[in-house]
């Protein structure tokens, strides 16, 4: 029997990471449309055709329980590449959006994104803020990324225990 490993990075929030990566170090993405919500997933395993046909019927599931209304396969070593590089470039590409302040949290996976939104709350009358967040679906790993034109010491003292008290914040790393 062949076990697939996927990796399941999230790239959440109102496109800022895609947008980014796209305007500021010209990776263009493999879809069309603008989407809310990107999810890259890796897989590796023993058996290539029973793992392809384990991740296609999984995808097939996404698409039919209506969690998914896009998205690509690639086709090459070099399309695979590309993809993953778009993940691996979300940090420089937000980078030259603004000052960046980057924390990474572990908190569980139902609650990952009401992080986020909670953060755009507390920034709705810093002028100019935004926040761009990506992780790992798979552990509850999130990295999320409260950014301004310029360094605003409010921002910077933003997450505190207020925002962090949450009992659904397994553990807080300031980045």
Aim: proline fraction near 7%; charged fraction near 20%.
């Amino acid at each position: 029997s062949s076990g697939i490993n996927a990796e399941w990075p999230l790239r959440p929030g109102d496109s800022l990471c895609m947008t980014s990566v796209n305007d500021n170090l010209g990776l263009a993405s493999p879809l069309e449309d603008s989407h809310p919500f990107y999810y890259l997933v890796e897989t590796s395993g023993m058996n290539q055709e029973h793992d392809m046909e384990k991740l296609e019927t999984s995808i097939e599931r996404v698409f039919e329980a209506g969690c998914a209304t896009d998205g690509v396969m690639a086709a090459s070593r070099d399309q695979a590449k590309h993809m993953m590089s778009l993940r691996e470039n979300i940090a420089p590409a937000l980078k030259a959006v603004g000052f960046n302040y980057k924390y990474d949290v572990s908190l569980p996976i139902k609650d990952m994104y009401s992080l986020v939104e909670q953060v755009k709350r507390a920034l709705r009358d810093v002028p100019g803020a935004q926040v761009g967040a990506y992780g790992h679906v798979a552990d509850g790993d999130l990295h999320f990324n409260p950014i301004t034109p310029e360094y605003d010491p409010y921002v910077r003292l933003l997450p505190t225990p207020d925002l962090f008290q949450s009992k659904l914040i397994k553990f807080v790393c300031l980045q």
